[in-house]
């Protein structure tokens, strides 16, 4: 058998903007991430507790301080 490798496009604990959580790269993907959470508690696959605890997550992950403007405080 061949040897696995890895075969992921980027990291998935880390934010892609590396040292600049406003890197438009950054941005887009918060956001994004963002819109899929909405569109789960729409569905009613999460509710607004669990999308408040999803967006504090993705704001840690991104790299962003609790009171920036960009981040959810839904």
């Known amino acids: 058998m061949g040897k696995t490798r ?6 998935a604990t880390t934010a892609p903007g590396g040292e600049n959580p406003y890197s ?3 941005l887009i993907l918060y ?8 569109t789960l508690v729409k569905r009613g696959v999460l ?3 669990d999308y408040k605890k999803a967006c504090d997550l993705l704001t840690a ?14």
Do not use: Q, R
């Not at 890895?6 to 990291?11: H, I, M, P, R």
């Not at 790299?63 to 405080?73: C, K, L, V, Y």
């Open 24 to 26: 438009p790269d950054n």
């Open 47 to 49: 509710t607004k507790s």
């Open 6 to 11: 890895n075969t992921v496009a980027g990291s």
């Open 31 to 38: 956001h994004t991430s963002l819109g899929l959470l909405e």
């Open 61 to 74: 992950k991104y790299g962003f301080p609790a009171n920036s403007i960009f981040a959810e405080t839904m």
